[in-house]
């Protein structure tokens, strides 16, 4: 019976390829979009992981630019004092604040992110942190560090130097972070000090990182910073939160577009099992002649479609492994704020939803099909096409 | 040879509704065929003879009137029955041979075995292919042989299950002279072996050659 599927199959070749194309595209799309989700997601977490903070104290504004923004690198025109620093010292529930300058240099068409960071603080929030060469001293303000990207980019090593035409000053590198797979590995870190005097906003800062003694207590350290004035506290599962909303936002439209894809389809597999079905009319007929009864007439065209719908989700399933680097540039193009990588692996559970799905359809697909050709009369049917 | 009755009707009638009007195709026809009988249907256009043949073979229902197939009505079966009997005991051959283009000889021949639960005994193959002289031809599509051979592959297909009884509507409508009587000659010689053949044909030169039970039907009557 197998044989005989297969045959037929094979009867139509462009036919069989197209159909299994159209199949194989929506659900490489589908598939796409949900491991691509999952491993937005946890890349998110991962990356708030290493930035090794409970929360960010940031001054009071739209909190969705002070979350993501902070967490990207980017720029916010509004800054906390320095005695805002000391304040938040002064709680005693909190183990580390560490102040940082955060700024964007524009220069030609590049954008470099600018961290002035208050060594010897910051050290402890980034515990896993690993330099070839040495980080600067808080006094060293013509040294610098560099993440592993920004080395790779600009070809740097330790001991080069590095000329900021804006500044007109030159900076030697005596750092070069190791890989951390986060943002920090695109960033340029100077001093503090050194930061806020180029920038001529001496005594600004954009944001206090604070690691909390113990987490049961993070809400009473909310309490008090919220006393603080023009200022705010964004916490990492906020920051979490916000982004995901706005991934959410795209997602819902890229979902009805996906969902159309499918319904296509399936809509071109019910096409080419009915166009097949009629097409074979009369051998339908023949076969139920020479004693096929309607059950193996509905395993005949139940099968063939089963097996158009699995290539297809095979094809599907192969598209998404080979093309999980096209998805990802694409979908960072049309979603900002993404994380630096994003981790996509093969999920089993959504490919057996996937699986489950094809199923469906194909059960879908071939009951018209098979209503047809199960009310056939052959012997009207044979007569009726004599050629 | 044989006496045994293996069909049978008795005041059949068929009457097709065409919109308001009714089609009487098929008045009062009295039939007995016996095992090993070679027959054939003739008749003019219109006179009912492929009616006749479906109505005997199960796959159209009489307006009045019995068939009985081996001591069993089958006009009043239902169709599933009717499906195992047919699979088991008939075969059928039609004038356009109704071959699967994208499978070979072989592969069209014992087509029946799929829906058949007998096994697929490969001497019995080739015994049958041997008597139609196919044998050379087995590997080949039926694109790739005349219509001679391609109605003697249809004949090999219908008697792969072995039936009691072979019906063939216009065997030979599509066939030359020639080819026509080779199939006609097959037909004798199975007849002899022990099938029923019931052969439907307007080919009149053709049956006066061959030692045949006539039944002539003229606007559905045996005359
Ligand atoms: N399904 C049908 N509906 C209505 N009328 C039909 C139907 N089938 C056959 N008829 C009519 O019944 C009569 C007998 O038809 P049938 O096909 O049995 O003739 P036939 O002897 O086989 O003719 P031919 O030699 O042309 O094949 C004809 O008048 C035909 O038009
Ligand atoms: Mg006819």
Redesign the interface.
């Known amino acids: 019976?197998l044989?005989?599927i297969i045959?037929?199959i094979?009867?139509r070749k462009i036919r069989t390829f197209l159909t299994v194309l159209g199949i194989g595209v929506a659900i490489f799309l589908l598939f796409s979009l949900l491991t691509f989700n999952q491993g937005y997601k946890n890349s998110l977490i991962k990356e708030l992981d290493l930035l090794g903070v409970h929360m960010l104290a940031v001054p009071k504004g739209c909190p969705y630019e002070a979350a993501s923004l902070i967490v990207h690198g980017g720029i916010i025109p509004k800054y906390l004092k320095e005695e805002d620093l000391k304040t938040i010292k002064n709680i005693p529930e909190v183990e580390i604040a560490t102040p940082i300058f955060l700024a964007q240099l524009v220069e030609d068409d590049r954008i470099s992110i600018i961290y002035g960071i208050d060594i010897e603080s910051y050290k402890k929030v980034k515990k896993y942190w690993k330099v070839k060469g040495r980080f600067f001293e808080n006094n060293e303000n013509d040294k610098i560090v560099i993440g592993s990207d920004v080395a790779f980019q600009e070809k740097l090593t330790v001991g080069d130097e590095i000329y900021f035409r804006k500044f007109n000053k030159i900076y030697q590198v005596v750092g070069i972070l190791e890989y951390t797979g986060g943002q920090d590995d695109g960033f340029y870190f100077l001093p503090l000090k050194e930061v806020q005097r180029i920038f001529n906003k001496e005594s600004l800062i954009t944001a206090i990182g604070i690691k909390v003694k113990n987490l049961e207590k993070i809400e009473e350290v909310i309490k008090k910073l919220e006393e603080i004035p023009d200022l705010q506290v964004v916490t990492m599962t906020q920051v979490l939160g916000t982004i995901l909303n706005l991934i959410g936002q795209a997602n819902s439209l890229i979902y009805t577009i996906i969902i159309l894809a499918l319904f296509i389809s399936s809509l071109g597999v019910i096409n080419t099992m009915l166009i097949s079905v009629l097409e074979r009319r009369?051998?339908i007929g023949?076969?139920?002649?020479?004693?096929?009864?309607n059950w193996?007439i509905v395993k005949l065209i139940f099968f063939e479609t089963l097996i158009l719908v699995i290539l297809g989700a095979l094809l599907g399933i192969i598209l998404t492994i080979g093309g999980n680097k096209f998805i990802e540039t694409f979908i960072k193009e049309i979603i900002t704020h993404s994380p630096k990588k994003i981790e996509i692996n093969f999920d089993w559970k959504i490919a057996a939803t996937i699986f489950l799905y094809s199923l469906t359809i194909a059960i879908l697909a071939s009951i018209y099909p098979i209503l047809k050709a199960i009310n056939l009369?052959?012997?009207e049917t044979?007569?009726s096409s004599?050629? | 040879m044989n006496n045994e009755i293996i069909l049978k009707t008795e005041k059949l009638n068929k009457i097709y509704l065409r919109g308001e009007e009714r089609v009487w195709a098929l008045k009062d026809i009295d039939l007995t065929i016996k095992k090993g009988e070679f027959v054939a249907i003739l008749g003019p256009s219109g006179s009912g003879k492929t009616t006749l043949l479906n109505l005997l073979s199960g796959f159209d229902k009489p307006t009045s009137g019995k068939i009985i197939f081996l001591d069993k009505e089958i006009s009043l079966m239902k169709e599933k029955e009717l499906q195992k009997i047919r699979s088991k005991y008939v075969g059928f051959i039609f004038q356009n041979f109704l071959l699967f283009p994208h499978l070979t000889v072989y592969e069209n021949i014992t087509l029946p075995f799929y829906f058949n639960k007998r096994k697929d005994k490969k001497e019995k193959i080739y015994e049958i292919a041997e008597k139609l002289s196919l044998i050379s031809r087995l590997k080949h599509r039926p694109s790739q042989l005349s219509g001679g051979e391609m109605q003697k592959v249809a004949i090999a297909r219908a008697l792969i299950i072995e039936p009691l009884i072979l019906f063939a509507d216009e065997p030979t409508g599509n066939l030359d002279s020639e080819n026509a009587f080779n199939i006609f000659k097959i037909f004798e010689t199975l007849s002899k072996e022990g099938y029923t053949v019931v052969v439907v044909t307007h080919n009149w030169e053709l049956i006066s050659k061959f030692n045949v039970r006539k039944i002539n039907l003229k606007d559905g009557k045996i005359v």
Not at chain 1, 286 to 293: D, E, R, T
């Open positions: 019976m044989i005989l045959k037929n094979l009867r009369r051998e023949l076969l139920k002649v020479i004693g096929a009864n193996d009369r052959p012997m044979i007569r004599d050629e």
